[in-house]
């Protein structure tokens, strides 16, 4: 992910390389989960088609329970959609890591030419400022049994749980880990149970079983994910034993997980779902394993050198290890690049913002503010779901169903990504003084604009041609970036959008057709404030609420069709946009977009001010 | 179009062979716009992607006539949608024709490993049944110079205007010419004309132009092509004099087309959308042309053996010719070979019914009754259109600005691909007494289901995991036929779906869960029926409208689980499927629907005998 954005934003071969142990993309097994926001960024990089068609779309989740009836067993006490909070896509959906790779590496072709090292195994990292200041991160790798050692400015370790450059730079995980231990295993499913194509929380008197329905295979059959708790091999009451050191916590889940067979995670899932039975059907087991793992996290994401300035990067599995069952880990993983890499791009062309010699890398890290901030939510959600769902529902001890229901929605939020915030940083700034925030409501879930999360995607209608349009795809086209900004050359050799772009949502108001009104002043300095910046790093996007009149182009500021042509749209046709937004539409409002999708900062329309002091705080413009 | 689905179906390398004298696709210019028919059937094929993604959604025409203001000169008198009947796509898309070659040829070469065979030229066809009886069709070719002669089974001529194939068996185009000549411009425009991103028919007093959007090129800019009527060139009241032969007319023409320049067509635009200006931006013109095209059909689209059996068929161009402009040429032809292409592999798999000794080649004979009549359809509304167009607005003669709307209106059915209506034939059948007609209503653009007309594509929740899916998407998926029925032999090797299946449509009534009602009973017998017919030839698509109760899949016949279990909607949680296809939940209905999407038959729910003996009139049962 990390290396197709960087390669993406114009990183050549030559600056930019990307090595994996492996010697191809996965075949079976691991993360199958694509959260609806990943599914948003997928989209704007243009690379969510083949997962729109093909993935399994699941919608809903199906809670299964204890019946009163002893004769049922298990009822469905519940069906809940699997997206909660408004999302361009209403479905989380399921589909083969390898696959997910795949669509990777084709795009990233497209940009590089090399594409993934493969079969290259990292061997150590130091940093190691006499021999080259510029280029301190000494990367020591093993390609096919040939060592060779290079220098570089920056390195990411996305090098999963067992990290290298995690333990190579000594950095620890930190937490407790818990020893639920799970058996989860991929089949085509023979089975009566009603809800095999939903996913189910089942609890029964017999143990705990999730069913993740996945995509259709080459036979034209429907795979099926079950994790199954394996309670009968955890010591009865071990959660309330005198604590173990973690390490002999973990060494004894290690040896118990040894016991576990795939006839015994079959036979416990058979269990649970009576009185519905389940088995492989013809025998067709695609892939298992037993897993146990802790809830853990790296306290610093960021490695700086001597002079403070932060020169590797920790991120997916490698800084924040959990359970795979609430299907976060390949999402949070890549949300983590999605973070980092155009602030890396931004420090690399001499973008990032001004810095002081006590902190000379500001905006990368905001890298460590805000994503390990949802590393700890993350950690604390999967404490809390892992536990829940381990525990019997119904029962007297543990939580009731309604309980379990309702910590699902309360999570929705963040399982679904769509509810993460960073908190507050340079690049996310929430003003202190509420008389002077243009948006009311705080539904932030629903839309409402707050620095710190993701721009709800609205469909808009456009003014230019009347089309209906969705307000994320203003980001898609285009997407290598071409401006070359090193040694502070300002070169504008090109009008096209690209991901990397921070853009000014501008809520006009009803006065947009008084030529001396609010809207109009605000939009004509805003074009004063853009040509100001470096080229191609800001574009605008105008949104108009309904007016008293119809009218042209001729009838607002020339500005906006100069700049903003074909990202000028009529916020009251399709859906309220401002109600929305929580934009009152007689004051307006400006809104900043960062080049991830999150809002910067809100401001009153008036205010073309604040924008321009985040913008500042954001972009590098003093040579 | 037809080579890939043909390759889509089965056929291989071996057996199909698909030659274009071109040396690649192609660079620039001809065809662009892509109806909303067409993109549903991309969209089944998998292939609409990119379209959807990059191409120019034109959502709104704009009608622009002479003002009563004389200083305004020209005004917008309407602005209409682009596409007017409910369709899964609410736009045209304009796309450059090379593309589409490009994303066809792409999608190929997963099928095909030669791909199409380039720079050869088809020299002479001839149908000799001395030779071989079962390959007479003799096709000599000529690839770089060498050439050679292979015998086939069937020929298919897409090979445009000038049709070798059409010319070498001695077929004409029958059709009067008209004498409109028009000039085409592909340009970035610098303009203030503020319209130039919608589709527009211009009628000023000094002439006509339409101005169609197309994408945005690799600059950033948005192209745009002008179709202009150049008036001054013809000569005043040409139509009114004495008919002269096609011949001496057409040569005219030609001679009156020579003299048309870049620069005459640019200024004529320009006279004509004054007061504005258009000029193109920094001289940039991606491709320019001039035409005159009269309308002309071949009677007949397919040449018969000595026996009467169809072994040459002609599509596309080289049997209707028309003006460009209604963005109809492209679509139309490709339906030809959508129409054609199922029919043809049935027949190459012994799946087409029986024959007769006077008719041995019934399923085949059903392009020309369907596809002939469309491009009579076509050639009509394009003489229509055309004279229209060149016409002047709002003049005393000529057609008024509400007639010329009107007619838009009406055509909409046509130009979208959405009402097209195959007369009645062996695969179209209307049942002529009206009180067993279980569908009421005769909206058929709106959805109501009609023998001969396209399924319309709704929103339906499906019962097995509660998914939002488009009907239309049933079909996707797996596309390769696996299917091998030569020499009479049944084989099962897959219950993959496929794009060449007949799909029947069962409209359940709300008597449903009622073991002994009319719907238990026709699934119950559905069941069996399909189990009676080459394997994988028809599959089955499960409604049910609003019940008394909720219900699981034990309270409905096991048929459904087993035969349909991912085919099996509620018709009424998202739209209400039953009033938009006319069918009264009380009784249900029945419709079975062609492998290319269009409705075949309609019966009563009650009634499986109709749809069995429709079926067996479509596929060959009897060995």
Request: proline share 5%; net charge negative; with cysteine.
């Given at each position: ?527 004063i404030l853009i040509a100001n910046f470096p080229a191609s790093t800001i574009e605008q996007i105008v949104l108009h609420p309904r007016l008293h009149r119809f009218f042209e182009w001729g009838d607002i500021p020339d500005c906006v069709k100069q700049t903003s042509e074909m990202r000028f749209y009529d916020g009251s046709a399709l859906v309220d946009a401002y109600s929305i937004y929580g934009v009152d539409p007689a004051h307006g409002a400006l809104a900043v977009i960062r080049p991830d999708g ?26």
């Amino acid at each position: 992910m990390l290396d197709l954005l960087l390669a993406r934003y114009g990183l050549s071969d030559e600056s930019l390389l990307c090595i994996d142990t492996k010697p191809s993309t996965l075949k079976s097994g691991q993360a199958d989960g694509i959260q609806p926001r990943t599914l948003e960024v997928f989209k704007t990089l243009g690379i969510s088609d083949e997962i729109e068609n093909e993935a399994c779309q699941m919608w809903q989740f199906a809670f299964w329970n204890p019946s009163p009836d002893k004769e049922k067993i298990i009822e469905r006490t519940a069906v809940m959609p699997e997206v909660i909070p408004p999302a361009r896509f209403g479905y989380e959906a399921t589909i083969h890591q390898g696959r997910i790779e795949r669509i990777m590496e084709t795009d990233l072709l497209r940009y590089s030419k090399r594409g993934v090292l493969r079969n290259t195994r990292l061997v150590d990292v130091v940093i190691d400022e006499n021999g080259d200041a510029e280029f301190p991160v000494v990367v020591t790798m093993n390609t096919n049994g040939t060592e060779r050692t290079v220098r570089t400015k920056y390195l990411v370790g996305a090098d999963g749980a067992h990290s290298v450059v995690r333990q190579s730079l000594g950095l620890k995980l930190e937490g407790e880990s818990l020893d639920h231990i799970w058996g989860v295993v991929d089949l085509v499913a023979d089975t009566n149970f009603p809800d095999i194509r939903r996913r189910c929380g089942i609890h029964s008197p017999a143990g705990s079983v999730m069913v993740i329905p996945r995509e259709r295979i080459a036979t034209g059959e429907y795979l099926t994910r079950l994790y199954v708790h394996v309670p009968e091999i955890v010591s009865p009451g071990d959660d309330q034993l005198p604590a173990k050191t973690t390490e002999s916590k973990s060494e004894d889940a290690r040896q118990r997980r040894t016991k576990i067979t795939l006839g015994g995670i079959l036979k416990q899932a058979a269990d649970a779902m009576q009185p519905y039975y389940i088995r492989p059907k013809d025998g067709a087991i695609d892939w298992w394993a037993a897993y146990q793992i802790g809830q853990r996290v790296l306290p610093e994401f960021i490695v700086k050198d001597s002079k403070n300035a932060a020169r590797v990067f920790i991120v997916g599995d490698a800084c924040h290890t959990h359970s795979p069952k609430a299907g976060q880990g390949m999402n949070v993983s890549m949300m983590d690049s999605y973070n980092l890499a155009w602030k890396l791009i931004y420090q690399i062309n001499g973008l990032a913002p001004t810095s002081t010699p006590d902190n000379p890398t500001p905006l990368l890290n905001t890298y460590q503010t805000e994503r390990h901030e949802i590393a700890q939510q993350l950690i604390e959600f999967d404490r809390k779901f892992s536990t829940m769902f381990s525990g019997q529902m119904g029962a007297t001890e543990g939580l009731t169903q309604e309980e379990f229901q309702q910590a699902f929605k309360l999570n929705n939020g963040f399982t679904s990504g769509c509810g993460v915030e960073y908190p507050e940083n340079i690049l996310v700034v929430r003003d202190s003084n509420p008389s002077l925030n243009p948006v009311q409501g705080t539904d932030y879930l629903s839309g409402i604009l707050r620095p710190g999360r993701r721009l709800l995607n609205i469909k808009l209608l456009r003014h230019a041609d009347g089309g209906q349009r969705d307000l994320h795809d203003g980001k898609i086209q285009v997407v290598i970036w071409l401006i070359r900004f090193r040694a502070f050359q300002l070169t504008n050799d090109t009008d096209t959008p690209s991901t990397g772009r921070f853009r000014i949502l501008c809520l006009t108001s009803q006065d947009l057709l008084d030529r001396e009104g609010v809207s109009a002043k605000a939009l004509e300095r805003m074009a004063i404030l853009i040509a100001n910046f470096p080229a191609s790093t800001i574009e605008q996007i105008v949104l108009h609420p309904r007016l008293h009149r119809f009218f042209e182009w001729g009838d607002i500021p020339d500005c906006v069709k100069q700049t903003s042509e074909m990202r000028f749209y009529d916020g009251s046709a399709l859906v309220d946009a401002y109600s929305i937004y929580g934009v009152d539409p007689a004051h307006g409002a400006l809104a900043v977009i960062r080049p991830d999708g999150y809002v910067g900062v809100v401001a009153q329309l008036g205010d073309v001010k604040q924008v321009e002091e985040y913008l500042r705080a954001c972009i590098r413009t003093i040579l």
